[in-house]
């Protein structure tokens, strides 16, 4: 496995060794020791994520929030999509930006997304099949998110808008500046014990 490193701290992007041959083709999708090794993190995952989402489904902004903040490593099982990440960590030197990148069933990469970023992703092949490690266990009341369409972040989905299709629950989040506001910064949390 090989790391590259994205343009936001802590994010990484991690190309599996990949073997083919005439019978078709076999990689580790995730090795715990091979991935501390790579990334010096020493993280824990404790759920797995599924989604399947046909050609313009546009899932997030979403995060968490807390003692329930998730990294997650992810990944596309088949298909393409657009998958988009944003720094919240108001302590980084990164906050505010984004970054995007294509996962699909051809390159096989995966994106390390570290605890205190948005993450999101459009489906832009026929269907996709997306899966997610988690190292927290997903916690509704610590569930946030940001508007897709948000002016300050100007995230260029790669479809056209008249493509989209999206839940109600995600058309009502909130712009990026209020989401920010309701996170608590790093003196706060250790503040109130959390």
């Given at each position: 496995?090989?790391?590259?490193?994205?343009?936001?701290?802590d994010c990484f992007i991690l190309k599996p060794n990949v073997f083919k041959d005439e019978r078709g083709l076999f990689y580790e999708t995730?090795?715990?020791?091979?991935f501390e090794k790579v990334t010096g993190l020493k993280t824990a995952f404790v759920q797995d994520n599924q989604s399947v989402s046909s050609k313009g489904v546009l899932r997030g902004l979403h995060f968490q929030t807390g003692n329930m903040a998730q990294a997650k490593l992810v990944r596309v099982v088949s298909g393409k999509?657009?998958?988009?990440?944003?720094?919240?960590?108001?302590d980084s030197k990164t906050f505010g930006e984004s970054f995007s990148?294509?996962?699909d069933n051809v390159e096989h990469l995966q994106l390390f997304v570290p605890r205190g970023f948005a993450h999101g992703f459009i489906t832009l092949s026929k269907q996709s099949i997306f899966s997610y490690k988690c190292d927290n266990y997903y916690n509704k009341a610590s569930e946030g998110g940001i508007i897709y369409n948000d002016a300050t972040l100007a995230i260029d989905w790669h479809l056209p808008k008249e493509e989209f299709i999206i839940s109600e629950k995600d058309l009502e989040l909130p712009g990026f500046q209020e989401a920010v506001n309701l996170i608590p910064s790093p003196s706060q949390r250790e503040g109130s014990g959390n």
């Open positions: 496995m090989e790391l590259q490193k994205s343009p936001l701290k995730y090795n715990q020791e091979i999509v657009l998958d988009i990440v944003v720094d919240l960590r108001k990148i294509v996962l």
